[in-house]
């Protein structure tokens, strides 16, 4: 257990409906991010937050997808009107400072029939 | 559980073996490196991490090898054991500043008994 929560751990959704996921990161990290993951590949940078500060989004990332992190603890990320190529593994990590290591959570899987 | 990595390349070593994991990187920029051992159905897991101003980086029966001229990284697992089993990714911190990782292609370990 590297002290990242993610929830829930498995979700699985008819298309067309909105998921939203929740990250607890380490408490004293400040920096954030969001990663997606597919069968066969590595993780993809989705987005990340320093603080409550969302500072950088990647073109995977599309107008369905929204990310918050309001009080620079916790954070949601949210598929609105969900499609099937949106099954995938959501992973969040979380860094402390301007140290470079990320710890990763479990992940949510969501699956999209 | 399913199944992290269906296809990914195989390195099959017998139990109590060295092995080696082989990985070319992106971005001649990139002054850090990461491994992460991911078993199937969770999160990525720390393993051992390199700066850029370091060629070798050893840990408990692990060692990382980095040689920036050929943007080559290695992980090498001493005394292979069962509980080894998992696909192993190398990152590099694809943006100073932001420690967002670049992901390579993982590997799928093997241990055989």
């Known amino acids: 257990d590297t002290g990242v929560s993610q929830n829930p751990r498995h979700k699985i959704t008819k298309r067309g409906q909105n998921v939203t996921f929740r990250c607890d990161p380490i408490?004293?990290?400040?920096?954030l991010y969001w990663y997606r993951q597919t069968l066969g590949q590595g993780p993809e940078f989705l987005t990340y937050f320093q603080n409550e500060a969302q500072l950088e989004k990647s073109r995977l990332l599309s107008d369905r997808f929204s990310a918050e992190r309001p009080k620079g603890s916790f954070s949601t990320l949210e598929i609105q009107r969900t499609e099937q190529g949106d099954s995938a593994m959501y992973l969040c990590a979380s860094i402390k400072g301007s140290d470079q290591q990320a710890f990763f959570g479990q992940g949510t899987r969501l699956t999209v029939v | 559980g399913e199944s992290v990595g269906l296809h990914l390349p195989t390195l099959s070593v017998q139990e109590g073996d060295n092995s080696i994991i082989n990985c070319a990187y992106s971005n001649s920029a990139s002054d850090y490196f990461i491994w992460y051992k991911q078993e199937s159905g969770k999160g990525p897991q720390f393993i051992i991490d390199?700066?850029?101003?370091?060629d070798k980086r050893q840990g408990q029966r692990v060692t990382v090898l980095l040689n920036k001229t050929v943007k080559h990284l290695s992980l090498q697992i001493a005394a292979t054991q069962p509980g080894d089993s998992a696909v192993y990714f190398c990152?590099?911190?694809?943006?100073?500043?932001?420690?967002?990782?670049?992901f390579g292609t993982g590997t799928r370990l093997k241990v055989l008994a």
């Open positions: 390199i700066r850029s101003n370091m």
């Open positions: 408490s004293e990290h400040n920096r």
């Open positions: 990152a590099e911190n694809g943006s100073a500043g932001t420690y967002k990782y670049i």
